[in-house]
T-cell receptor, first 110, second 111 residues
Framework: QKEVEQNSGPLSVPEGAIASLNCTYS??????FFWYRQYSGKSPELIMS????GDKEDGRFTAQLNKASQYVSLLIRDSQPSDSATYLC??????????FGTGTSLTVIP | NAGVTQTPKFRILKIGQSMTLQCTQD?????MYWYRQDPGMGLKLIYY???????DKGEVPNGYNVSRSTTEDFPLRLELAAPSQTSVYFC??????????FGAGTRLSVL
């Protein structure tokens, strides 16, 4: 069973704070992990991809991967109201099948 | 460069009707996918294709069919629409870097 679990939230943080989003996955053979942002009524857009254990930083976003714990996280530093959206964790299984979590709704309060 | 184009954007069907959701990509990607997203939920994989002439089932294929006669096109067919198929449908394609590019979505209501 290929499962991707996320806390559905909603998660509320004040502007300027750090938002922390978490994701766990069930299948150890997974090699590629992704965070997508989805605004209401829009299609998902890629924020980060991560393939190796450790941290990957891109601007205000940091993805963290721990394959031993089957855990992926996304940190958003200096959160802005424009970051308010649903964040989807996606895992790429062998055969290029992507499985998505249910998403975490984030609200950044000005 | 249009990316992934889905048509129509909105559609209302009556129970038992059929329709085809169109998806076209101009990035020469081999992999293409169809997902459905129910309110407040993540994306569920319906069907995917690894290249022209090759398709396979995802998590929730029942009630749907696909074909892939060209690299560019990956239509999704609903044969006998049911209320449970009311959802937003997204088509996506992937090149070599595992990054998915999504279309704008088709919002379907079955009444």
């Amino acid at each position: 069973q290929k499962e991707v679990e996320q806390n559905s939230g909603p998660l509320s943080v004040p502007e300027g704070a750090i938002a922390s989003l978490n994701c766990t996955y069930s299948d150890r053979v997974s090699q590629s992990f992704f965070w997508y942002r989805q605004y209401s009524g829009k299609s998902p857009e890629l924020i980060m991809s991560i393939y190796s254990n450790g941290d990957k930083e891109d601007g205000r976003f940091t993805a963290q991967l721990n394959k031993a714990s089957q855990y992926v996280s996304l940190l958003i530093r200096d959160s802005q109201p424009s970051d308010s959206a649903t964040y989807l964790c996606a895992v790429n299984y062998p055969g290029n099948q992507f499985y998505f979590g249910t998403g975490t709704s984030l609200t950044v309060i000005p | 460069n249009a990316g992934v184009t889905q048509t129509p954007k909105f559609r209302i069907l009556k129970i038992g009707q059929s329709m085809t959701l169109q998806c076209t990509q101009d990035m020469n990607h081999n992999y293409m996918y169809w997902y459905r997203q129910d309110p407040g939920m993540g994306l569920k994989l319906i069907y995917y294709s690894v290249g022209a002439g090759i398709t396979d089932k995802g998590e929730v294929p029942n009630g749907y069919n696909v074909s892939r006669s060209t690299t560019e096109d990956f239509p999704l067919r609903l044969e006998l629409a049911a209320p449970s198929q009311t959802s937003v449908y997204f088509c996506a394609s992937t090149g070599g870097a595992d990054i998915q590019y999504f279309g704008a979505g088709t919002r379907l209501s079955v009444l």
